[in-house]
């Protein structure tokens, strides 16, 4: 079974740049998600997709950041402008079942795309 | 109350020891407490979770050891060898309820075995 994909693995841009995240999560999982890791911090959720729709995405900074995800499968998160806070790994997972199923919390991770903004 | 307490936040074993991290949550909803493993340059990946109706669960040299009314639980490492040196997270979240069952993190604890 292939795991999930992400790209590009590393971006290196200056503030105020936009740039764009990939990820295409393990074939028939329903539940999407993206969490930023900041250097030395565990990852915190950005946004959680079921399907095509956003079931949580409240500490997900607007003003800069949107994601989607549609028909479903693969997904990308956009950041503009970029701040030099930004810089930190993105890292995409996602799971088998929906999450209103008991036992629907095993979340399976990408590599992660490390940004850099200088 | 969202919060999960990880600690320590580095850890040196010699090999063939007992490594052992320990977290702490607030938020009694929480029913699934996984443990993930992260080596440098890769996503977390699941090392082994638990569910409040058990006290402890065993895989292979691994073991979570769940405390409910103390509101911790910690994983411990046997036979610790070098290629387990990475870096460890507890995370907590909510299965029921429909509400998100986003994982939170602890701050992850650097275990580094030594020959």
């Known amino acids: 079974e292939a795991g999930v994909a992400q790209s590009p693995r590393y971006k290196i841009i200056e503030k105020r740049q936009s740039v764009a995240f990939w990820c295409n999560p393990i074939?028939?999982?329903?539940?999407l998600y993206w969490y930023q890791q900041i250097l030395g911090q565990g990852p915190k959720l950005l946004i959680q997709f079921q399907n095509n729709g956003v079931v949580d995405d409240s500490q997900l900074p607007k003003d800069r950041f949107s994601a989607e995800r549609l028909k479903g499968v693969d997904s990308t998160l956009k950041i503009q402008p970029a701040k030099l806070e930004d810089s930190a790994v993105y890292l995409c997972?996602?799971?088998?079942?929906?999450?209103?199923?008991?036992?629907?919390?095993?979340?399976?991770f990408g590599p992660g795309t490390r940004l850099t903004v200088l | 109350q969202q919060q999960v307490k990880q600690s320590p936040q580095s850890l040196i074993v010699q090999k063939g020891g007992i490594s052992i991290i320990n977290c702490a949550y607030e938020n009694t909803a929480f029913d699934y407490f996984p443990w993930y493993q992260q080596f440098p340059g890769k996503g977390p990946a699941l090392l082994i979770a638990?569910?409040?109706?058990?006290s402890e669960k065993k895989e292979g040299r691994f073991t979570i050891s769940f405390n409910k009314s103390a509101k911790q639980f910690s994983l411990h490492i046997m036979d610790s060898q070098p290629g387990d040196s990475a870096t460890y997270f507890c995370a907590a979240s909510r299965s029921y309820g429909g509400a998100t069952n986003k994982l939170i993190f602890g701050t992850g604890t650097l275990l580094a075995v030594q020959p």
């Open positions: 074939s028939g999982h329903a539940t």
């Open positions: 638990i569910r409040p109706d058990v």
């Open positions: 997972a996602s799971s088998p079942v929906g999450m209103w199923l008991a036992g629907a919390n095993e979340q399976f």
